[in-house]
């Protein structure tokens, strides 16, 4: 009886053991979190970033950060070839935070900690969807961007452009009116950096269309969307526009030597007329090193109307994310950190982004904005959340999906006069018609 006993003691006591560990490890959801509770929490992290060129800036903010957690530890790794990089150690243990890179969104739970379910989170926070799957939630946005142009003002009045460009025609208008007038590269095209090239991808949904269904409800499902719309819209528009640009002459005059950190000062002295980029890019040129008029930055949205209207694509930056594999201790603090970084940072707005807290302040470099619509990406309907994913992987074309080659082939056979658009563009519809065929995809 005895012994019975003690092995039933010995089950209660491993039974118990069992649930406070279990309990231990639970960890809160991102909106749970509150700032200055666990102030005593020892841990530390190490932080794998892109943005390489704000070193100085992320050391105040884990200075300020250790101000509350003074016990916390943050190492920040700034790396150049961000992309690349982080998607070889996405699963390694020698990272804790991380900007998610373009893995699958079935296979987020793998690498990352849950950070809580998608319908609360969307109710508190902006882009939380971009990082989430099956409803629950694995990033939180560094910042949010509005897609649009990055111009020079000054020079832009010395060609005589007045109003900003609404269309694609208007657009190559003014880049020939700064040709013809100014000394400036009418478009620096930054083919060289390779990932800017990429950028391009970004207009061809909300900026083309006017439609946030498109890119990842109605994109895999029709029939050559690349096809000419015949009236400045539609992805056709997109491209054609950096096409044309580049035939023309409106470009730099080596397109194979650009280069992005040097471009900075450049649109900011008037070097430089326009670039095609996110908002992100914004206080880069402005406070670019070298740079003595910040005041000439300016941003407008992409050239091309739906019916007279123009839309601007927004969406979240870089989401953070916490190692699935770090320690409770590590996955608690980063939980913190990103909190702080989301609420009291103000790193969204510093950094000419759209804010991630829902209740946070617009910076004004959105004055050209006014009356645009500011729309994002509707999410994929139940069951087709890897659809995009898996066409880009089948076509080859990898649309907002580090699909840079594609768009530098634009730049090549015009420059080299060797291939004309409408043929590219027949390829890439051709590709992505053989891709729906090999998924069984609905073309529509």
């Not at 560094?142 to 020079?152: D, I, K, Q, R």
């Not at 959105?366 to 992987?393: C, Q, R």
């Amino acid at each position: 009886m005895k012994k019975i006993l003690s092995l039933v003691l010995a089950l209660c006591l491993l039974l118990g053991l069992a649930s406070f560990a279990s309990a231990e490890e639970t960890l809160p959801t991102f909106d749970q979190i509150v700032l200055g509770e666990n102030a005593d929490l020892t841990a530390k992290i190490h932080f794998a970033y892109h943005r390489t060129d704000i070193p100085d800036k992320l050391n105040g903010y884990v200075e300020e950060f250790r101000k509350i957690y003074p016990n916390v530890e943050i190492e920040y790794e700034l790396i150049t070839d961000y992309a690349e990089n982080a998607l070889l150690r996405v699963d390694n243990t020698d990272w804790t935070i991380m900007g998610i890179p373009t893995v699958q969104k079935d296979e987020l739970s793998k690498y990352f900690v849950p950070l809580g379910s998608l319908e609360v989170l969307d109710g508190l926070y902006n882009f939380m969807s971009t990082q989430s799957f099956e409803g629950i939630c694995y990033g939180v946005p560094s910042t949010g961007n509005a897609n649009g142009v990055l111009y020079n003002k000054r020079i832009f009045a010395e060609a005589g452009v007045t109003e900003l460009p609404k269309t694609p025609d208007e657009f190559i208008a003014a880049l020939k009116a700064v040709k013809e007038k100014t000394d400036a590269i009418p478009l620096y095209t930054n083919y060289a950096a390779g990932w800017t090239m990429g950028a391009w991808d970004a207009y061809i949904g909300v900026a083309a269309t006017g439609n946030p269904d498109y890119m990842n409800r109605v994109l895999a499902h029709t029939k050559d969307p690349f096809a000419d719309q015949g009236n400045g819209t539609g992805p056709y528009a997109v491209y054609k526009i950096l096409y044309d640009a580049t035939a023309e002459g409106l470009i730099e005059d080596d397109y194979t030597t650009t280069d992005w950190e040097g471009c900075k000062p450049m649109l900011n002295n008037g070097q430089i007329a326009t670039m095609v980029l996110g908002s992100w890019a914004f206080t880069q040129m402005r406070d670019a090193e070298g740079g003595e008029h910040p005041e000439d930055v300016g941003y407008m949205a992409f050239p091309v109307s739906i019916d007279g209207k123009q839309y601007a694509p927004a969406g979240g930056d870089y989401n953070f994310g916490i190692n699935a594999k770090a320690s409770y201790e590590e996955k608690l603090a980063s939980l913190y950190y990103l909190k702080w970084l989301t609420h009291e940072s103000g790193f969204a707005y510093s950094e000419g982004g759209v804010p991630i807290d829902k209740n946070g302040e617009y910076p004004d470099l959105y004055a050209a904005f006014d009356g645009i619509d500011m729309l994002s990406d509707t999410d994929a309907v139940a069951g087709e959340e890897t659809l995009l994913s898996e066409m880009n992987a089948e076509s080859e074309l990898n649309f907002n999906n580090g699909g840079n080659t594609k768009v530098q082939e634009i730049i090549e056979h015009a420059f080299n006069h060797d291939k004309s658009f409408d043929d590219i563009m027949a390829d890439w519809n051709a590709a992505w018609s053989d891709a729906q065929a090999a998924l069984n995809v609905e073309v529509k």
